[in-house]
């Protein structure tokens, strides 16, 4: 068959994902929260000393004290990215692991068989519900490792059943991938994210589907043979997790995370799925379209996909962050158990023959090698291409005290500061001299010290001696929050710099001055964000 | 009369014996009185609002202004939901909040009995059809409330009745004289005129009704050849109509649908009400509706026979309510999960595991030996009578007579109240509806009536309690001259540093005075 020049479906997948992510949406994503910053910060740490973070060198509040470094190898890569090319760099670098997750995605449907344009069409859908989730963070790793452990668990592709019984749809084989590999991957997820617990749970929830068919008699000497091979591939991957600086230790403090109530049900992307949001209502969309799909259809889900769709289910309701995965593994599976069914709908247009006989001649490596060279030369500018910003190469004033920050540090500035919890990750990354009160790292502070900064914020009762017991007498706060007018009405408490964005405020002593806290509120708030 | 089984069953045994129905009411009546009965009473202010509203009307009649808040005074109030609210002041008047709590366990109970009435009407196996009524009973519980709603928990099921059940399937369970006659469209009338008059939950009725037509009109698009979408479309429609037309018989007349309605419409407020959020899985209410929602969608998927386009719309549209405001979770209850139920009863007959098998027979033969009604008609007079007698059983308070003052500023507003204490205030706002019933002289700044106060007022409270900047001029506009907020609130703590006010505590709640001179409020729009 003649090759064209067009791209193919992953080709595609990979071109907009890469676009989208990284020069559409690339300031959502620096800016989304400070974890990025955390990050970066804390892989300059271990590439400046040559170490892994054993003991907390951030925080004052828990300095000191034992860390497991459990996303580091992520870190390292953040940082040598940021390194390389500045936050630009970052926010091109996140695009690609999102644009490579979709692309390898749209690539495993096809070698499945399923039709081009629905695969097309499931891409976009698990892209736009994994949006949510986009931020340049060590979880971008575990949703491409999942897209890449799909094979995995799908096994050898046997022949597939139309829904009319009569007809069987012959499609060819594919090979069945060799559980073993599962090691390798598992050894370098283990040591890039948490998320190798997930990889392992679906492992599971694979193996309990298959033991479900063979126990309702479903073509039970090939149950029984995947049965087998996820065992293996469980195994494997269970060795390859312990394939990391922290042995056990890792598997202990993930669970520890895991098992923590207060600190998950006020962590924002635990939190259940708000389905006022605009990507709330989406999800709901898919959700209800997925129902209507297995209540009107004749065919029945097999045990493997019938569990991972309830499990996923359980699992995104239960905390939003888990609707990225929800995209990658449930709309896949259900693609390729509707493709029969799909493939009987009329073609309107020929726009379904049209994305076949693409799919089959489209290229992917000279658009792979395209999108490269076009990234590695923004990357090279740090964002830039011919004297224009393309891609910010840095956090937005507006969103981080980025101004207040500088100048402090300018003055080298000292002391116990209470913040607002999402710049934690941004002073660590930006005043790496200033101990932080918090950050996003709320698996090695703990719930007591976040309830703590929350009982501050929220000025609930004995908020005062909160302060009072961590010696603060440095305050970094949002120019428009209520703490301001409180602290400043405090005796002792002046202003020490501001714009629109945050106030820094220092405690030199003296008597309470709440008769002008609101006009100097009021006059800060007019200052524009400084740079 | 014969059991399935063919035993011999004297009619005096069948009147004697609990029915699983019974046990339905009895087990959810106790549940709500006793066990959740703190929950009812306490969870928010709303109660002490429709108490005093309803005292209102038994004395001086319906009115169509506001006269409980200084904020609102005089603007236009829909009593929408007078009828309950009549019910909850006589019921106080006779019997205090123990009164209170044996309406809503008794209304709430009654809806899951005819639950279980309802299902096993329609065919589904006794131990299925307990099962379910329990389970929505359970998915429901967080919501047991001493508010108008619970009316609407019965007025749904009766609807479910009323779209379920068949001409044919009526005459040949009750073997009375065949019915010739529909009068499902009369009964709708009546339901709806009952219901607008009780809560707006009607308007739930009117789209459940919509729902059918919708899965009427995509059987008829998709399944041409069937003619029983025809019908079933025409009588749907008929309902419809009735239901509309029952929904006029009420004091604003046809007004009330644009009124309900148009709160729906206001994202902020709705986005700001507790209930009307999407549900959060963390919490028990939360786990026990994921598992149910899973079970069902598993259903779903399992089952090899389709459900009916009005059944799948019915779940799909009631799922999408659920999911977006937890309050719909138990209507979800109370009309998804009996259908799939329905659904799966067909399957559930056939499983042939026998623990499952022998549980189902012997489940059913106890169901057949009994009669539902008296044991729960006894159980809710022993609860009127329990209530009567102050909720007091042997020296032990089974039923809640007064409201935790951990919660509500119960001392604070004696002490005020004694000391005549009155002017500007501004409160919490779950306190409104207490401060209305326990201190009438006052009026209030706002309460959880927000459909009364609008976006604007609920905004203003919102920036007010959480002072934001520019909250000490707002207030000072307000001429508010004593503020009733918990100690925690953060505008209780910028308070406690202004010189120009001073503070009393108490147990729960503090009071902030001070005086100025009077001046006319005008509303910031």
């Known amino acids: 068959m003649t090759r064209r020049l067009h791209p193919s479906i992953p080709a595609i997948s990979l071109i907009i994902w890469w676009l989208v992510a990284s020069i559409v949406f690339p300031a959502r994503m620096l800016n989304s929260d400070g974890d990025l910053l955390r990050h970066i910060g804390h892989g300059e740490w271990m590439l400046r000393h040559h170490s892994l973070i054993h003991f907390d060198p951030f925080s004052f509040t828990k300095g000191g004290q034992p860390f497991v470094g459990f996303e580091y190898g992520s870190q390292l890569i953040y940082a040598l990215v940021h390194r390389a090319a500045g936050l630009a760099g ?39 519900l994994g949006a949510v989730h986009w931020a340049p963070r060590p979880h971008l790793f575990t949703l491409l490792f999942v897209v890449i452990l799909l ?40 040591n890039l994210h948490g998320g190798f617990v997930f990889g392992l749970v679906l492992i599971g929830i694979y193996w309990a589907g298959h033991a479900l068919d063979y126990l309702r008699e479903n073509d039970k000497p090939n149950q029984l043979a995947e049965i087998k091979r996820l065992g293996v591939l469980f195994g494997a991957g269970v060795l390859g997790t312990l394939i990391n600086p922290h042995f056990i230790a890792l598997h202990r403090h993930i669970a520890g995370i895991l098992g923590d109530r207060f600190i998950l049900d006020n962590t924002q992307e635990f939190l259940s799925p708000d389905f006022h949001s605009v990507v709330g209502k989406l999800f709901l969309l898919a959700l209800l379209g997925i129902i209507a799909l297995l209540a009107t259809s004749r065919s029945r889900l097999n045990g493997p996909h019938l569990l991972l769709l309830l499990g996923m289910t359980y699992l995104a309701l239960n905390a939003r962050r888990n609707m990225q995965l929800f995209g990658v593994t449930v709309l896949p599976v259900l693609a390729i158990h509707f493709d029969a069914s799909w493939r009987t709908l009329p073609d309107w247009r020929g726009i379904r023959a049209v994305f076949e006989r693409d799919s089959r001649t489209g290229q992917t490596t000279t658009y792979v ?29 507006d969103e981080f005290p980025v101004g207040v920050v500088r100048k402090a540090r300018a003055e080298h500035l000292q002391g116990n500061m209470y913040h607002d919890f999402v710049w934690g990750g941004y002073l660590i990354y930006a005043w790496p001299e200033q101990k932080v009160f918090i950050d996003g790292g709320t698996d090695f502070y703990g719930a007591g010290l976040l309830k703590t900064w929350m009982d501050i914020g929220q000025r609930a009762a004995y908020w005062r001696d909160s302060l009072a017991a961590h010696n603060i007498t440095l305050a970094l706060v949002p120019t428009n929050s209520g703490f301001v007018h409180e602290l400043l009405r405090e005796p002792g408490w002046r202003l020490h710099d501001c714009d629109a964005t945050a106030v820094l405020l220092q405690k030199v002593g003296g008597p309470a001055q709440p008769a002008v806290a609101d006009s100097l509120v009021e006059a800060c708030a007019r200052r524009p964000a400084s740079r | 009369m014969r059991t399935k089984a063919g035993q011999s069953v004297s009619r005096t045994r069948s009147w004697l014996l609990p029915a699983p129905a019974d046990f339905v009411f009895l087990m959810l009546t106790f549940s709500v009185a006793v066990l959740r009965g703190w929950q009812a009473l306490n969870t928010d202010g709303d109660l002490g609002r429709h108490l005093r509203v309803g005292r209102e009307i038994l004395a001086h009649g319906l009115f169509y202004s506001d006269r409980f808040s200084w904020t609102m005074q005089g603007r236009p109030f829909v009593p929408y939901e007078w009828g309950s ?13 123990p009164g209170v709590l044996a309406v809503t366990a008794i209304g709430i109970a009654s809806a899951y009995f005819l639950l279980y009435i309802l299902l096993r009407r329609l065919g589904v196996d006794p131990l299925l059809a307990f099962g379910t009524s329990i389970a929505a009973g359970l998915v429901g519980a967080f919501h047991w409330l001493a508010r108008p709603h619970v009316f609407s928990l019965v007025m749904v099921v009766g609807l479910m009745f009323l779209l379920e059940t068949t001409v044919d399937s009526r005459q040949s369970i009750t073997a009375r004289r065949p019915l010739t006659v529909d009068r499902r469209p009369f009964w709708t009338f009546l339901l709806f005129a009952l219901w607008s008059n009780l809560h707006g939950g009607f308007l739930f009725g009117l789209v459940l009704i919509g729902f059918y037509l919708v899965g009427d009109v995509i059987g008829m698009v998709l399944e041409h050849h069937r003619v029983d979408h025809r019908s079933s479309l025409k009588r749907h429609l008929m309902l419809l109509g009735a239901a509309l037309v029952g929904c006029c018989i009420n004091p604003s007349g046809p007004m009330i649908l644009p009124h309900v309605a148009g709160y729906l419409g206001k994202t902020w407020l709705v986005d700001m009400t ?30 090899r026979r389709r459900l009916s386009w009005p059944h799948l719309v019915v779940f799909l549209g009631t799922t999408a309510f659920a999911l977006h405001s937890a309050r719909n979770i138990p209507l979800w209850a109370l009309t998804a999960l009996p259908l799939v139920a329905l659904h799966a009863n067909p399957s559930w007959r056939r499983i042939g595991w026998t623990p499952i098998a022998q549980m189902r027979e012997s489940f059913a033969m106890g169901s057949h030996m009994a009669r539902p009604g008296v044991w729960s008609g006894m159980g809710a007079a022993a609860l009127v009578g329990l209530a009567l007698s102050g909720g007091t059983l042997a020296g032990t308070q089974l039923l809640l007579d007064k409201l935790d003052p951990g919660v509500f500023p119960v001392e604070v507003v004696a002490h005020a109240r004694s000391e005549g204490l009155q002017g500007r205030m501004f409160n919490e706002l779950t306190w409104g509806g207490y401060i209305l019933n326990a201190w009438p002289e006052q009026k209030v700044f706002i309460d959880g009536q927000t459909d009364l106060y609008g976006v604007t007022l609920s905004k203003l409270y919102a920036s007010l309690r959480s002072a934001e900047p520019g909250w000490k001029r707002r207030l000072d506009s307000l001429c508010v001259e004593f503020v009733l907020l918990p100690a925690d609130a953060p505008l209780s703590s910028a308070l406690e540093r202004m010189p120009d006010w001073t503070k009393a505590d108490s147990v729960n709640g503090v009071l902030y005075t001070r005086r100025l001179p009077s001046r006319a409020w005008k509303r910031d729009d």
């Open chain 2, 274 to 303: 507790m209930e009307y959020r999407s549900p959060d899985f963390h919490q028990w209410y939360g786990r026990v509706f994921l598992m149910l929602l899973v079970l069902a969608v598993a259903a779903l998927a399992l089952i």
């Open chain 1, 151 to 190: 094979p995995m668990l799908e096994g050898a592709r046997r022949e597939m059943q139309d829904v009319n019984r009569d007809q069987r749809v012959s499609r060819p084989a594919t090979r069945d991938p060799r559980p073993l590999w599962a090691l390798p991957l598992f050894a370098i997820w283990a």
């Open chain 1, 90 to 128: 970052v926010a091109i670098f996140a695009g690609l692991l999102i644009a490579t997750a979709y692309a390898l995605l749209a690539r495993f449907l096809l070698s499945r068989g399923v039709d081009a344009l629905l695969t097309y069409l499931v891409t976009v859908a698990a892209a736009v």
């Open chain 2, 85 to 97: 609210e009549v019910l909850f002041a006589l019921s106080h008047r006779v019997a205090g909040l």
């Open chain 1, 369 to 397: 090698l395209v999108m490269l060279a076009l990234f590695g030369f923004l990357s090279v500018g740090h964002g830039k291409a011919f004297g224009r910003e393309v891609i910010p190469n840095g956090v937005s004033p």
